[in-house]
């Protein structure tokens, strides 16, 4: 037997007569072999010059998700290999096609395909250099993990009762010894991200072991006599190592019971993020680019500010954004009433002004749902795509000052800022049409498209000067584009390792006049383990604003819907960006403007220039 794959016996433990004392054995995992991993495209019907691109797009997006699924643990060996394996075939598959002969559209998807499969690599990487932590930590994982798929294989031999139950049995042994280590403090983790990211795989077992017993238990009596004792104990003893992994490693004694945990990844590997977006700044030209366009932000506060209060001075913003804060609706039906009308007013207006094409549906099935207390520590503000999704106190789960808070966050300028942004002509907008042109390509969606189209419409309707007009209404936007300023600071400085979360959640307090509470859920969904988003997420939002607003200028120049000659007019334009599907921007600006590209093409766009960032104020009706 090959030296590292460890047998599953009672050898695993130390089976000593003080029964307390389980000696923890770290598993070193064997690679998996030729015969336990998927061979995607071992033998296909079709010959790779023959397939068009999307069609290979729309194969190979399915290929993964059937590849997923029966490698359902995230972070099983075989998964890897297969994803691994999946990705390099269709890497090389790719490579080796004709790229000159392909149309404009074709280099485009062909380009996108590619960087979607180099990117996929690059995160099964990431993932490897992780699980030394994760197999640490849960030395059972490797095992179980094994039961499991050969129940996913139906390998009958391998899932002999007896056999069962003795494996069920050691596992549940190593839990307890790792438990009572991690107790007596002989086991850590590499950080609290890492302890984070292993009781998140330890739930994750669970609720596998959970499919693999109902599978069995009823069906087979053998099955029920050998391994329902075992499989229980097992159970028990995973929930009693997550506790104990949350007590002593991420939250110890005396730490904050809700503490914001993140995982920097570093400049290198920022830079690679960026290269992905298609991005040609480094994380601190980004920085300086978010504080230009703060302090734009802030001299516009200042002057709304002014003409609110009737006076100036070098912090009268503040208090002109908490006169703001305090314009809120009576809980309940009164801010659904309210919320509705804005959705309402957003889609008329656009509509008004002939500056998108509004599908009837579109505009009338979405539905409101109401976002739980528990899901407004992420989300504080409310949502929306599909529907719209309201934040707003729950009269028995929260307390009085948090109520409170919630109120002023969700304020009536702040709401009127933003509702367009999340429904017509926002992302409502935006999923509707990805739905229904070029589908393919939302395997490719990116916050750079995704958020940057929602905020470059909050851009353009500030530009053009008759949608926020009192000074109310201005200021409410405005916190949302200083937010947005931030987002790009506090992230980029978080994974620089150069900001904490707490220095974060202070930042938007201090800088865009956030509540303490409203801070957090945004740190804490932007940064917390495991990441809900990725580590550019956030700087998506301006940035990929910034470049669709370069590439209307480019598109049909600065003056809106009076363009030159034989250049579309500004309907024309965003239609055609919502039809073409989801991409990074600069790949819909090639796409659009016909751009050159090859095999290799490197992003050298320069989109956020001076020139744009006093655009931002002009009027363009």
Known sequence: MDAEATPLTTDWVDLTKDSALIRHVPIRIPPPTATTALKPNSST??????????????????????????????????????????????????????????????????????????????????????KPDIFNLLPFAWPVTQLLQARQRVEVSKLVPKDVAQDLDVSARQAEGARKMIETGNLTASSKAA????????????SHLAEFYAFFHGYDPQFDWWTTEPYHRLVEEIHLLISAITTHLIQPRGSESDEIIGDAIGRDALLSALAAEYIPYSPEELIRLAWDHYDWCLTEMRAAATELLGYTGPEHWRTALELVKSDVSDPGISHMEFIKSLVDEGAAYVKSHGLVTVPQLAEQTYRMTMISPDAQKLNPFFLGGQDIEVSYPSSREMDHPTKLMTMRANNRPMCRATVFHEMIPGHRLQMFMAARHRPYRQLFGTAFYTEGWAVYWEMLLWARGDFFVSPEARIGTLFWRMHRCARIIFSVKFHLGEASAEDCVRFLMDKVGHERLMAEGEVRRSLMVPAEYGPLYQAGYLLGAMQLWKLREEVIGTGGSSCREGEENEKAFHDRVLRAGEMPIEMLRALILGKELTKGYKTEWKFAGDPEVAAFAGNIR
Do not use: C, M, W
Request: charged share 35%; hydrophobic share 40%; aromatic share 10%.
């Open 45 to 130: 019907s079709y010959s790779p010059e023959e397939e068009s691109i999307e069609a290979r797009i729309t194969r190979i997006k399915e290929d993964e998700s059937e590849v997923k699924r029966f490698f359902s643990i995230t972070f099983s060996a075989d998964r890897i290999v297969a994803l691994r394996k999946l990705y390099l075939t269709e890497l090389g598959e790719l490579t080796a096609l004709h790229f000159d002969a392909f149309t404009q559209d074709e280099k485009v998807d062909y380009l996108l395909l590619k960087n979607y499969l180099t990117k996929s690599i690059d995160q099964l990487d990431l993932l490897e250099q992780r």
């Open 195 to 206: 302890a984070y990211r292993t009781a998140e795989a330890a739930r994750e077992l669970l």
